[in-house]
């Protein structure tokens, strides 16, 4: 089979064996999760309101993808 493995996905996989005769039971369920990855970088990213003590950042956010996994925060630097 052709499957597409996604990063930081969780999948269940059994197996069957087949033949000429027919197909033997499916096997017990294993879980596997894949690893994730860094994800891209956000995009679009601009100064709105800028005051004496304060700048207002906006971006736009990693598309779903480019995240390669759950995005868990961002960080302005």
Do not use: K
């Not at 930081?8 to 894949?34: D, E, H, M, P, Q």
């Not at 800028?50 to 996994?69: F, H, P």
Request: aromatic residues 6%; hydrophobic residues 35%.
């Amino acid at each position: 089979n052709n499957w597409t493995i996604e990063q930081g996905n969780r999948y269940t996989i059994t197996a069957t064996v087949f033949n000429a005769a027919g197909s033997a039971l499916v096997s017990n369920a294993v879980t596997a999760t894949t690893m994730q990855t860094d994800p891209g970088h956000p995009t679009l990213v601009r100064s709105g309101i800028v005051t004496s003590s304060s700048i207002t950042v906006r971006w736009q956010a990693v598309s779903c993808l480019d995240r390669n996994g759950d995005v868990t925060s961002y960080r302005a630097q």
